[in-house]
């Protein structure tokens, strides 16, 4: 009867592996990437920062780029994609106290997808050089699911 239970087990789990999945869903995507006066900082980069130079001001542009959720369902030719708008976003960058909201947000298209982008400027003063800034972004679609989280520093130098 030892020997029985492990492979009843075994057997229950091979059966449940071996179903077909009718639905995948995925949440937003969140691309960003802060352009500073010589060279852009992304999560990406082992050692994110923005150099000065002998400029005496980093301007800067954030850029947000967020991909609707997505759901399949169905399977072989009864497959069926359906987008999802992103609904909410936080997207912070401290300490300068700047927010990104939904509103901010403009639709385009390409190739049938549905994205989202954003870009924003603004100004960071010479005496920031040698500080840290924290960002922080993450979204959510109209279903509640979310998307990936990114945070990240980025050094001013």
Not at 46 to 51: C, E, R, S
Not at 67 to 92: D, H, L, Q, R, Y
Not at 124 to 144: K, N, Q, V, Y
Request: glycine letters at 6%; charged letters at 25%.
């Amino acid at each position: 009867m030892r020997i029985m239970m492990p492979m009843l087990l075994l057997a229950g789990v091979v059966a449940t592996s071996a179903c077909v999945v009718d639905s995948l869903e995925t949440g937003p995507v969140l691309t960003i990437a802060l352009r500073g006066p010589l060279n852009t900082a992304t999560p990406t980069d082992d050692d994110p920062y923005l150099i000065l130079g002998s400029r005496t001001e980093y301007a800067c542009e954030f850029e947000v780029e967020v991909e609707a959720g997505t759901e399949v369902s169905g399977s072989g030719a009864k497959m069926k994609e359906t987008t999802f708008v992103p609904a909410g976003f936080a997207i912070t960058i401290a300490p300068l106290d700047l927010k990104l909201t939904q509103a901010d947000f403009n639709p385009h298209e390409i190739l049938d997808d549905r994205d989202y982008d954003q870009k924003m400027k603004f100004i960071i003063p010479m005496a920031s050089m040698g500080t840290m800034l924290t960002i922080h972004a993450e979204a959510e679609d109209s279903r509640g699911v979310r998307s990936n989280v990114i945070e990240y520093r980025v050094a001013l130098r």
